[in-house]
Every structure is written in structure tokens, then in C-alpha cells.
């Protein structure tokens, strides 16, 4: 009964490394997000996918890349770190039935970029 | 103004208080959800309503689609419920297939013993 699986929990980057945050969830769910959370901020969506081969922008897509290969996983690509980057993320999926939207969310990634 | 304002922005009560958070958003809107966000960062869904209200244990929920307000009240308060909670709500107008998100900042709940 894993749900949303997120790695890793904690990192620390220098101004300029990349790397990828991993998101797979087991649910089936079609749809999944990005989010970031900023101190004293509401999540912002950062991208969002409807399915596997499908994704899109969200809010803040700038510095950030994702793929959507399969139904299960949905990583997230940081290029060229910048201290802005600085948060937590937060991946979630749902159901695309709309009568079953409850949102389930990975546990978070705390990244620090110094 | 952001679309989404919760109020109060920290509140602190003694264990056995009844608690109130509120929610108030400017957006017409298809669903709330209410959220808590644990200490150690973990978020979990509580409720997703478009009308009435809902109960859970000790939570109950209500929502105003007229007031474009909703609130969330914790019953008999107990430290354990020591979390901040996030209100949420899915705009009529959204981008996208996929119904985003808006968020509020959040509620941080301290319960004292």
C-alpha cells in the first residue's frame, strides 16, 4: 500500500548541479503533479501530466523538466540549480474520475541549493 | 489578493478546545479540499466537498458556495492534531484538463497539553 513514493527526502545541491527528483506512485492514477512549497507559500504546480506520453506547465515550469514515460512514474529535472530553487516539492496523483478526486501525496523532497 | 485566504494564519488552543480555521476564496469553485500537512512534511487529503458539510472522527467540514467560505473544525482538540492545514480549492475556470489546484498559505495548529 505504498502510494506516492518520493526520492529523495533531503538533498543538497551547489548553484549550477542538476539532478532528478523521483516520483512513482501505484495507485494507477492518471494524474500526477509537481508542487512546490515555499515558507509561508501555498503549493505552487509546477507541472502536471494526464497520462503517460502527456504533461504540461503549471505556474513556475521555469528551471524544470518532466517526463511521463509510464502510468507509474512522473520525475521531475532540475538543470543548473539556482539558490531560488530552494523548497520543498511535493509530487501528488489522483483518479480521473471526478466523483473520486481525492489527492494522494508523496511524503516531500527537501532541497537545498547553496 | 490571492484566491485563496485562510485565516488565522497561526493559532494555538489548550487540548479539549474546539477549533475553528476558515477558508475564503474568490473563484467560483467545483470542489474544496481540506489538507494536513504533519510535522515531519507529510500531506494527507481530509475532505474534498462542493456543498454542505462532511464529518470525519473529530473534523467536520462546511462549505458555503454562496459565501465562497469554508470552514474546518477540530472537535475536543488533542496535541496529535498539531499540523498546519491547507485549504484548497479547484476553480470552475481552470487550465487544462486536470483541474489544478489553488492553495492557501495554511493554518499552523499548535495543540497544548
Redesign the interface.
Known sequence: NAGVTQTPKFRILKIGQSMTLQCTQDMNHN?M?W?RQDP??????IY?S?GAGIT?K?EVPNGYNVSRSTTEDFPLRLELAAPSQTS?Y?C?SRNRDLAL????????T?LTVV | K?E?EQSPQNLTAQEGEFITINCSYSVGIS?L?W?QQHP??????LF?LSSGKKKHGRLIATINIQEKHSSLHITASHPRDSAVY?C?V?SLISS???????????TQLTVLP
Open positions: 494524474y503533479y508542487y509561508g507559500m501555498g503549493l505552487k504546480l502536471y494526464v504540461d503549471g520543498v511535493f501528488a478526486e481525492g489527492y494522494t501525496f508523496g511524503s516531500g527537501r | 490571492n485563496v470542489a479540499h489538507l515531519g512534511g507529510g500531506i494527507v487529503s474534498m491547507i484548497a479547484r487544462g484538463s486536470a483541474r489544478q489546484l489553488t492553495f492557501g498559505s495554511g
